[in-house]
């Protein structure tokens, strides 16, 4: 059991996969606040994808 457990958790980790109570627990919770958090991760995305555009720009076409 312990065994089995312990290769369930290294593989979310393996992953990246959130644990299964997160995911329960985003689904009760209220829906202004699942909107709430979905635009943060969406703002934090959007931010990571404009840096990784400008860090590509300087280093292939800056030079």
Do not use: D, R
Request: proline letters at 3%.
């Amino acid at each position: 059991m312990s065994q089995n457990l312990t290769q369930k958790k290294i593989l979310q980790a393996v992953n990246l996969a959130p644990s299964e109570s997160l995911v329960e627990k985003l689904v009760e919770i209220h829906p202004m606040k699942q909107v709430f958090w979905a635009s943060i991760i969406q703002v934090c995305v959007f931010g990571f994808m404009l840096l990784a555009f400008f860090t590509i720009n300087i280093t292939y076409l800056g030079s």
